[in-house]
């Protein structure tokens, strides 16, 4: 395979989210006083590798996963299947694949504080190649000005590159963050794209800025509603609440994420990619909100097409 | 559709497991001083419905999940879809189906108690018919004895019907309750059997007898588990042990379990499909036991083909 998308060799793609890993991780050690990031370096038997870092048990994040990795060789067959789950249709030939990308979940202690997901890849394979990515936010409690705050530094990403863009994958992030079985999204929702495959050097080019931008973007939708909400009390209740919305992460993750999905058939590192798991979590059953509770209020909130902005 | 198996009807089926659960239910409620089982019956718009039976915080289970449903109409599209998870191949015609089981999980407070878990089931469409069911165990911490006991209540349940059937549902078992991306078993396994389609009436009674065996067979098999160990002792650790083999169930129930894959797809009660899942999980990235420790020791156990008996 070819290791170039055009211009860019795979290795820059790679090497850049890498970087963005470290810088992400040393911002986000400013708000822990009494735990560091720990780095965990695996190797994929078939090819490729990634560097896994996990914090867990600190003032501000129970857990938090900042997960890079690059695997290529030999293209597995889950890949070829000719199913809804195939990412490569029809493709019976010896084929070799290439996959870098960086994956973040940060799980709050403070249930005033949202859960966040970020995610940049690059796919390439029989001389296709394409970027992805997203960012969504979910509160345990949705609160509308900070749903806006998220979404406008969002927004403000994407319309540099295209003025379609933010609507085209906001839209794109609700159907995909989206539980089924609930009949509820996973939060409020942000962007998600995936399948961009540039025609030429200059679609290279402006794509991979646009990820680039996109992780770039991360911390400044984040970490403004972290320090404004994470000193703020909250009772029992309120963390009883935290542990039901993660118990319906979980299930998204196990059920529906197929970023978890791809790790689990490609035979990466377990404890990688199931890192994006909640530190704890509850099923309560038949669980009933109080009405007019601020939790009814934000279950009432978890449909597709809000406009928060 | 027919609605009988040669000489049984379906609704006699559907009645023996509703009784079942009645009959478990007071006796599990024996065992709880603060709480007993709430009832929900709800009803599928499509045909059929339920009655999930559960209890939380009890004394002796956290969370108790005791499922019947008897559902039927149209087949629904995802059993006649020709791959791996169809049940129903190759059929594109209209067709009828028909379904009742009783499902059980329970989750005890003491992680000297295992988790256990039973289904019987009967599934009729098209001219074809079969039982299915087992009961499989999933302790905390594995108890060579215990499993052994346990294992013990199974073969003789099964050695009445048939000298073959112990060792078939138990190699059956292991296969099934096996979380492969953790390469661990689920627990200390059990017996699982699925398909028994009976060719005349002789067999429909036999495998009908056989399930209410097996249903009869699954509080002898672990109530004397529970006596023996409701009031031990337990430290942080060993809870806090607990609640990562729970979060391994949790996985397995919503990667794997067909059961729950066919509630989620069959357009079941949600709170009902999901109430096997537990009170309370952990996931702790990259947990290690330390070395010889009784957590080592479980882990070394969950293998396929270990011979309890």
Request: a negative charge; hydrophobic letters at 35%.
């Amino acid at each position: 395979m070819n290791p170039r998308l055009f211009e860019i060799e795979h290795s820059e793609i790679s090497k850049w989210f890498s970087q963005l890993q470290f810088d992400i991780c040393t911002e986000l050690e400013k708000h822990e006083s009494n735990v560091e990031f720990s780095t965990d370096k695996w190797q994929r038997t078939e090819g490729g590798g990634g560097v896994s870092k996990v914090l867990s048990n600190g003032n501000t994040f129970e857990k938090a996963a900042v997960l890079f990795s690059e695997i290529y060789g030999d293209t597995p067959d889950f890949l070829k299947q000719n199913n809804q789950h195939s990412i490569l249709k029809n493709i019976d030939e010896k084929s070799e694949f290439y996959a870098t990308g960086l994956s973040i979940v940060l799980h709050p202690n403070n249930p005033w504080v949202p859960i966040i997901h970020m995610n940049t890849r690059f796919f390439a394979a029989n001389n296709t190649a394409w970027f992805g990515g997203g960012i969504d936010l979910t509160p345990i409690y949705v609160v509308d000005s900070e749903a806006k705050q998220f979404h406008t530094h969002l927004k403000t990403c994407c319309d540099t590159f295209n003025n379609q863009y933010y609507n085209d994958f906001k839209l794109w992030a609700d159907d995909y963050f989206y539980i089924q079985h609930r009949n509820e999204t996973r939060g409020v929702g942000g962007i998600f794209f995936d399948r961009l495959a540039p025609a030429n050097s200059d679609e290279a080019e402006h794509f991979f800025n646009f990820v680039k931008e996109v992780g770039k973007t991360f911390l400044k939708a984040y970490l403004p509603i972290v320090v404004e909400n994470k000193n703020k009390d909250f009772n029992t209740q309120q963390k009883e609440f935290q542990l039901i919305r993660r118990s319906r992460y979980a299930e998204f993750n196990l059920v529906y994420d197929k970023g978890t999905q791809f790790g689990l058939q490609s035979a990466g590192r377990i404890e990688s990619i199931l890192a994006s798991l909640p530190p704890m979590a509850a099923w309560q059953y038949n669980y009933m909100p109080a009405k007019n509770s601020l939790e009814e209020i934000t279950l009432n909130k978890l449909k597709k097409n809000i406009q928060w902005i």
